[in-house]
């Protein structure tokens, strides 16, 4: 049948949801209202079937997803006479094409999982129509049979007026129709049966039903017949397989009524047979389109998940081993050389991974993008999935030419290996998942197994991502101030000001455990603004209430500056502004920033860097030493402190000091002073240190031999004895 023109979609969808309905239900209405046998107007069927249409959308965004309701929208396509195989088949069509496009909108599902969802539905559809109209013509073939029957056994007066009646229902049927006796001898069968068995008259007629055994018949299927020729049922209605005369099968809606005589004893029975062949092919076909990749042709995430419940409700001793694996770098092949291009490296890479999974007890699934799982079962599941990893990287190594081009193939795999009935499909599959991003951590190309304690941190992790917007919003966050101290005599030269989270479930964490997570989400912006605001607005605080003045010049607030920080275009704005609303000087402010963050940095990189320093702001490079930077850069940085790493001044904490660092920070010193760049140390924790820091000729430092970080009004407690001790 032909379907409305597709400009039907392609035109601006309604954004109202009724309306999309109705639009469906208007192309529906016109497909299949040409075969439609009706008295109703086309308006009409098309408000019969606005209703169904909603059904299917509520169906279509179902959770729990069920396909069930679809069955009754097919029979009732039955009820309103809609009957013809080809009002089917447009139906089919219409949902096929048109339901996901005007009905999914504003789902939370993605599009894939509509689709799949969709074909489900339309299995349920065919199922529930084939199901209604087989029904209806039984009901009606089985009293017609009924009433021939009767007629040629009890009138004998009209014999041959229901002889003519019987032989015309008889034969013409379109359902089979076979009379047996009651030890299961075929007595009479019509041409439909004939027809459906290959037209083999000596095949059908004549034999015994105990003779057509099948082995896919239900279970209670010969239980039922033996009650009914003992009298003990009226009737039963199976579905059965056959074998025709050339080996074929056969598939039928069998219903098989006993027929009494006058007196109620029990003498015929009537089988009516339906050939359902092709719906089970139709719903066969449906089924395989429902749960499996139409890219790769691999099972898909519905039917992976089918096995893997089942692997999970397996009986006590059954183990089971899970592979996740994610192609690494797989974006930059669609970046580069497109999505078609990315989509036949992945049929490449399912055909491999098909050929890893070679047992009975093994599958492989495509999951979706370039995520794929391999599941294996039986009792030594733990040798037998690093197996199957194995073979997975080594038949990904072999490059896949691609348009001229040799393509390396390389993978992460997270491996979940267990007992059965410990864990649900959704916790197997997430522990594999984080298990598979810690093999990517680690390089890629290699698996690991889950760990309880990794998976812990990662799923600790993902919470505080995803409380980390709320947190600053509810103002969890603090911020404590460690001394900077003048080495030479001891002052108090100014505060780092260091982040913490008063979190309610973890108490208060350090930076090491939320900076990065902000880094990553882009929470680090406003998070930096938000610190860079709260510790300007506290050295404010202390000009005003305390004079504020350090040797040589105004109390300093160093703040650290992310490497997303930098790259932000409102940086230089963000800063000054801040300078202003509070009322500090620049020369008061420090900004700390990480060496490895300036390693290789352009000049556009550098740019507001300089435009603060050259407002008077100054610019510390942090953690210097662990960037392997080339020293010279140093010349066209726009620093005016080094903050040396703790690592270099840990051989000092004892005496004798160890020579090695102590070459070391004298050489750094050196260097720094001849660039005229002041040297601040971290981490001094003993008097020894802190005497041979002075004598190399550092300028400042800070630590817990000085102080821990703290609350704003430790600052000014801090006095020159406590500091300077020697």
Known sequence: MRLP???????????????????????????????????????????????????????????????????????????????????LSGTLGVVDAYLVLYCASGGSEPAEEYRARCSRLQHALAAGFARALRERTLREQEAIARSALT????????LHLSEQRFRA?????????????????????NEALLRMFGGMEGHVRGRNVMEWGHPE???????????LVRGEREHYRVEKPYYRHDGTVLWTNLTVSLLRDADGRPQYQLALMEDTTERRLLNLRLRYEATHDALTGLPNRTLFFERLEKALAAKEGSRFGLCYLDLDGFKAVNDSLGHSAGDRLLVEVADRLQACATASSEMVARLGGDEFVALTTGPDTEQEVTELAVRILTALSAPIRLD????????????????AGERTPAEVLRSADITM?????AGGNRFEFADAEADA????????????????????????????????DGSVHGAEALVRWSHPQYGVLGPDRFIPLAERTGLIVPLGRWVLEESVRQARTWQREHGGRAAGGPLRINVNLSPTQLHHPGLVADTLQVLESSGLEPGALCLEVTESALIGADDELLEPLRRLADLGVDIALDDFGTGYSNLANLRRLPVSVLKLDRSFTQGMQQQPADPVDVKIVEGIVALAHSLELAVTVEGVETGAQARQLRELGCDTAQGW?????????????????DAFAT
Request: aromatic content about 6%; charged content about 25%.
């Open 404 to 419: 001229g081009r040799e393509l390396t193939v390389r993978g992460s795999i997270g491996i979940v290996e267990g007992p």
């Open 437 to 441: 991003y810690r093999a990517k951590g």
């Open 151 to 158: 007629a040629r056994t009890d009138a004998k007066v009209a």
């Open 217 to 227: 018949d239900a279970p209670n299927v010969w239980k039922m017949y033996g009650e």
């Open 705 to 721: 031999y000085y102080a821990r970080p703290g609350a704003p009004d430790r600052i000014h407690a801090l006095s020159l004895s």
């Open 169 to 189: 229902v008889f034969e013409g049927a379109a359902v089979g129709i076979g009379i047996a006796d009651l030890d299961g001898n075929v007595l009479e069968v």
């Open 5 to 87: 023109a597709q400009t039907e979609g392609s035109s601006a969808l309604p954004d109202d949801p009724e309306d999309r309905i109705g639009r469906f239900a208007t192309i529906w209405s016109r497909a299949i209202f040409p075969v439609t046998a009706t008295s109703l107007t086309r308006p009409e069927l098309e408000e019969r079937l606005l209703p169904l249409a909603r059904s299917l959308t509520e169906a279509l965004h179902a959770r729990p997803f069920d396909a069930t309701p679809a069955q009754g929208v097919g029979a009732e396509l039955v009820a309103i006479h809609c009957t013809d195989p080809e009002a």
């Open 457 to 488: 941190r990662a799923i600790t992790r993902h919470g505080l991502t995803t409380a980390l917007p709320a947190a600053l919003e509810r103002g969890e966050f603090f911020i404590e101030y460690q001394p900077l101290v003048h080495l030479h």
